[in-house]
């Protein structure tokens, strides 16, 4: 069963969150291993030695990069295996 998210709108959705704060991302590891993971994309939370660069990295479609902010390194989920995602609203409408 793909996940909700795993739509055009969803993933757009997703990204945007993610590029303004912190998001906690439930999914299913490829070995079947339940992981919660606490991530973002939003330049401000990424040490600046851990800032993404152009590796020439060709992306992915079924899956994301993101910065886990607990293990301060970059990891990826596939967008077919989330199950939950848990974010603060923002006070700013």
């Not at 912190?22 to 800032?51: H, Q, W, Y």
């Amino acid at each position: 069963m793909a996940s909700e998210i795993d739509t055009k709108e969803g993933r757009e959705w997703l990204k945007g969150l993610l590029r303004e704060q912190e998001v906690t991302v439930f999914f299913t590891k490829k070995d079947g291993t339940e992981r919660e993971m606490r991530c973002t994309l939003a330049e401000n939370k990424i040490p600046s030695e851990k800032s993404p660069t152009n590796s020439g990295k060709k992306q992915s479609e079924d899956a994301l990069a993101v910065f886990d902010v607990v293990k301060s390194a970059w990891r990826s989920f596939r967008w077919d295996s989330v199950k939950k995602i848990e974010f603060e609203l923002s006070k700013k409408f």
